[in-house]
């Protein structure tokens, strides 16, 4: 949202308030302060106006204005109806030296998750993908994803829905008979040897019942009611948080995981390891406790083993 623009929906949030001292507070004309209204009123605000002045009435439901306002989080907000894919536009923006960006979507028509999977985006979702440069080295980036994780959980608790952290990209909700997928976490970088020049964290959790493949869910399934702005505020408000916090990621992701204590069989490129799940290691390798001793995952596919 334009600066200016910004200040004048804070100052109407907090009328009422009139347009002359609306535009002596912001050094704008009154024919500027008017033109802003009017944008935020097409954007979806309500925005009353009588004798004491403009009055903020409603927030929009969804949308980049809709999210910015109130985020207590330094996040300017791409949105879009529709995308291919959140995570290529946020690589668009990153070639162009943006930062601090997250750039969100109604829907996606060609999203991905890891190994180049496909991932159904429908309407009515959340999906998003944080564009930041971290100062952090190369080997230290896994941690953006355990804290995305961490920040999509929340926000999934806060709306009422069990959501647990499954490694080391998926949130699942637990099941009596099976546990169902519910988002999963994208984290894409380039950098040098020494230096990450941006980070891509996608992030995509399904909302609605209706559309997902075998084995997912969507909050709505656990939850009456999602409104989808919070959701998204309260996720990016958590994240920020967490990456300036490396160290507070690992307690908060061990406090929500659903792999730790479980019986795992993880793929790797090169290997296939069996045996359970006992603790997660900064930036976020898995520690499994195999036959021949405990052995660390750095990456790879985890599969949680049900009792036979």
Not at 65 to 86: K, M, N, Q, R, V
Not at 182 to 209: F, P, Q
Request: proline share 6%; charged share 30%.
């Amino acid at each position: 949202m334009q600066e200016t623009r910004r200040e004048v929906l804070d100052a109407i949030a907090d009328g009422p308030i009139s347009g002359p001292d609306l535009a002596a507070r912001l050094d704008v004309s009154r024919a500027a302060v008017w033109k802003h209204v009017e944008a935020l009123r097409e954007a979806g605000f309500g925005i009353e106006s009588d004798d004491s002045g403009y009055r903020l009435d409603g927030v929009p439901e969804y949308g980049g204005e809709a999210i910015e306002f109130d985020l207590g989080a330094p996040f300017e907000i791409e949105y879009h109806d529709s995308l291919p894919s959140t995570n290529a536009r946020a690589r668009e923006l990153a070639a162009e030296g943006a930062t601090d960006v997250a750039v969100v979507a109604d829907e996606q028509t060609g999203g991905r998750g890891r190994l180049d999977r496909g991932w159904v985006s429908p309407p009515g979702g959340v999906w998003l993908s944080v564009l930041c440069r971290p100062d952090l080295p190369p080997a230290h980036a896994p941690i953006l994803t355990l804290a995305a994780a961490v920040a999509a959980a929340e926000a999934a608790r806060e709306a009422g829905v069990d959501a647990r952290i499954k490694w080391p990209n998926d949130l699942l909700v637990p099941g009596a008979d099976s546990d169902e997928k519910l988002a999963g976490i994208l984290t894409e970088m380039e950098g040098e040897a020494d230096r990450v020049s941006w980070v891509v964290v996608g992030i995509g959790i399904n909302v609605r019942e209706d559309g997902l493949p075998e084995g997912a869910t969507g909050l709505l399934a656990h939850t009456d009611a999602v409104d989808r702005r919070i959701f998204v505020q309260r996720l990016l408000e958590r994240f920020d948080t967490l990456r300036d916090d490396p160290k507070a990621v690992m307690p908060a992701w061990r406090d929500h995981a659903l792999t730790l204590g479980q019986r795992v069989r993880v793929e790797t490129t090169t290997d296939e390891i069996v045996g359970e799940a006992v603790d997660v290691e900064f930036p976020g390798s898995l520690v499994v406790e195999t036959d021949d001793g405990r052995v660390r995952v750095h990456t790879g596919d985890c599969e949680h083993l049900r009792p036979a």
